[in-house]
């Protein structure tokens, strides 16, 4: 499979390694320093992109290469505002296209038994919940996307509460997120329900970046040949 990294910072750079020990060639590497490389031309002579930038051009990037008719998985967080018109755009390209706010394994596996544990604590009214993320200082939006999977999921499932918000909360129907940035973290997500009695804890602490490399690589794998847009539940059949 040959493959275009749309961002080749730490995280691209260890996509790349990934990659190329799985067998695949890595055609296109963009970066602020070759912005004038990302042509329709040569995304073109990609079978997959994996796009991880910013929440200024993600959308722009992902637009160029769905639009040249290439699959795109990104990683990228904070645009999410405009996702429906990429999953427009990749209906009317006949393209793929898949986003995921983490890609690990292991996060994903994480997203899983943490909705299950909301699912049971939602009938408990004696406990409050909350979030907590820790990230290096380079990470530009807070909370993070993964902290955000998170919330979402537990207010799908949890009536008592209506909405998420950035910091700590004791409010009854408010569910608190407090973001850290701390370097060299690659990222840590815990979510906690406190009660007078005692704490039930569930946390997910990333040792390194090649969980999310190994992740995006293997969704892009899923994504080539296919045509649609996916989640990383599918990805990893859950």
């Known amino acids: 499979m040959k493959i275009a990294l749309i961002g080749y910072g ?6 790349e390694s990934i990659a190329i020990e799985r067998g695949h ?15 329709t031309d040569n995304i073109k002579k990609a ?5 991880f930038t910013n929440p200024e051009s993600a959308f722009k990037n992902i637009s160029a290469c769905l639009s040249a008719g290439v699959a795109v998985v990104s990683g990228s967080t904070g645009w999410l505002e405009k996702k429906n018109e990429i999953f427009q755009l990749c209906e009317k390209m006949d393209g793929s296209f898949i986003h ?17 544990l909301a699912e049971y604590m939602s009938k408990q009214s004696s406990y409050h919940v909350s979030i907590e993320e820790i990230h290096h200082t380079e990470k530009k939006d807070a909370p993070s996307g993964t902290a955000i999977h998170l919330a979402q999921d537990i207010l799908s499932v949890n009536p008592r509460l209506s909405k998420w918000v950035l910091g700590t909360s004791q409010i009854e129907n408010e569910l608190g997120i407090l973001s850290k940035r701390i370097d060299p973290a690659p990222g840590t997500h815990t979510v906690q329900y406190d009660s007078e009695i005692d704490s039930i804890e569930i946390k997910h602490t990333a040792h390194n970046r090649q969980g999310f ?26």
Do not use: P
Request: hydrophobic letters at 55%.
């Open 10 to 15: 730490k995280m691209g750079k260890a996509i």
């Open 100 to 116: 995921a706010n983490n890609f690990s394994v292991g996060v994903n596996l994480f997203f899983e038994v943490s909705k299950i």
């Open 47 to 51: 079978d997959v992109a994996i796009e």
């Open 213 to 238: 490399a190994l992740g995006a690589v293997l969704a892009a794998e899923y994504i080539h040949l296919k045509k649609g847009v996916f989640t990383m539940k599918d990805v990893l059949s859950l």
């Open 25 to 39: 060639e890595i055609v296109l590497k963009i970066s602020i320093d070759n912005l004038n490389d990302f042509t």
